[in-house]
């Protein structure tokens, strides 16, 4: 089984929807959790991080399920600049250093006018 | 703020020679990342540093590959002999601190084409 595994997609949603992405990973030990965007031809960027609790951020929010190992990535009212292809990262801690950090392949979202 | 620097941002060679890839981080970063992203394999994490020591090299697909990070400031990533195979983007990120919220920054990639 792959550290991370996201469905690659694509999702095409028309502007204004609700979309949800999910990501699982193997190691039940992982201590950080992060969504990054990818825009074509770019480099990855960080677009939250994602907390215990779950957390928002205006459109987005995001949530951690440690006991099925999967968090997801929820936008709400989509908007065209936000195609893009989601990456899901996961860390290993391992003792006083921080780890791999493990990429999914990422999920591609298309929003149409 | 200047962001993480790579250059080149395209190189084309040949199968058999040296390719030499170059990263500047952020300044005040004291953890530097090396990975590669191919459409089959995804984001592959390939080596990182910190305080310029090497930590984990295990992701280094094989003697082609070597990097180095002679000072805080500058790092590089080698292939030789380059392979047809070895085609790819190579993205240097760096980050601050041990914060498990610490997020990396990327640079934009060097996109590799070995033919």
């Known amino acids: 089984r792959k550290e991370v595994e996201q469905d690659p997609g694509p999702f095409n949603v028309p502007e204004g929807a609700t979309v949800a992405f999910n990501c699982t990973y193997s190691?039940?030990?992982?201590?950080?959790f992060f969504w990054y965007r990818q825009d074509c031809r770019k480099e990855p960027k960080l677009l939250m991080s994602v907390y215990s609790s779950g957390n928002e951020d205006g459109r987005f929010t995001a949530q951690l399920n440690r006991a099925s190992q999967y968090i997801s990535l929820l936008i709400r009212d989509s908007k065209l600049s936000d195609s893009a292809t989601y990456l899901c990262?996961?860390?290993?801690?391992?003792?006083?250093?921080?780890?791999?950090?493990?990429f999914g392949r990422g999920t591609q979202l298309t929003v149409w006018p | 703020d200047a962001g993480v620097i790579q250059s080149p941002r395209h190189e084309v060679t040949e199968m058999g020679q040296e390719v030499t890839l170059r990263c500047k981080p952020i300044s005040g970063h004291d953890y530097l990342f090396w990975y590669r992203q191919t459409m089959m394999r995804g984001l592959e994490l390939l080596i990182y540093?910190?305080?310029?020591?090497?930590?984990?090299d295990s992701g280094m697909p094989e003697d082609r590959f070597s990097a180095k990070m002679p000072n805080a400031s500058f790092s590089t990533l080698k292939i030789q002999p380059s392979e047809p195979r070895d085609s790819a983007v190579y993205f240097c990120?760096?980050?601050?601190?041990?914060?498990?919220?610490?997020?990396?920054?990327f640079g934009n990639g060097t996109r590799l084409t070995v033919t």
């Open positions: 990262v996961v860390n290993l801690d391992r003792g006083s250093t921080l780890g791999r950090l493990y």
């Open positions: 190691n039940s030990a992982s201590q950080s």
């Open positions: 540093f910190n305080n310029n020591v090497p930590i984990d």
């Open positions: 990120a760096s980050r601050q601190g041990e914060s498990k919220h610490s997020p990396l920054h």
